[in-house]
């Protein structure tokens, strides 16, 4: 089983920045964020290919976030530009299980434990 760790949350204001970070341990496909605002579903984000680093964005995060990944550090990063109020929820990273949309949750078989960002406004 992979084991994935979150950091890089944080409290901050509208429009600033912030980098999330996802440790793995153990091969997989590739790494999807998620996200989870207070009463609500959890929500597809972006997703990264460990193979050759193709991503996929959610809706929400086209245009101002980025995925990347660093092989030799077995990370994968989530830059968050241009932050809004309802960006603010919790962030997890999960590891695919190698089948099925990358959108969908039922697709990931390992997750993290999460990182709270929110942004004030």
């Known amino acids: 089983q992979v084991r994935l760790v979150e950091s890089g949350g944080g409290l901050v204001q509208r429009e600033d920045s912030l980098r999330l970070s996802c440790v793995k341990s153990?091969?997989?496909?590739?790494i999807g964020w998620f996200r989870q605002a207070a009463g609500k579903d959890r929500e597809f984000v972006a997703y990264i290919s460990w193979s050759d680093g193709s991503p996929w964005y959610g809706d929400s995060a086209k245009g101002r976030f980025t995925i990347a990944r660093d092989n030799a550090k077995n990370t994968v990063y989530l830059q968050m530009n241009r932050l809004k109020p309802e960006d603010t929820g919790v962030y997890f990273c999960a590891a695919h299980g190698g089948s099925g949309r990358v959108t969908l949750i039922s697709s990931y078989d390992s997750w993290g434990q999460g990182t709270q960002v929110t942004v004030s406004s």
């Open positions: 153990g091969g997989t496909p590739g």
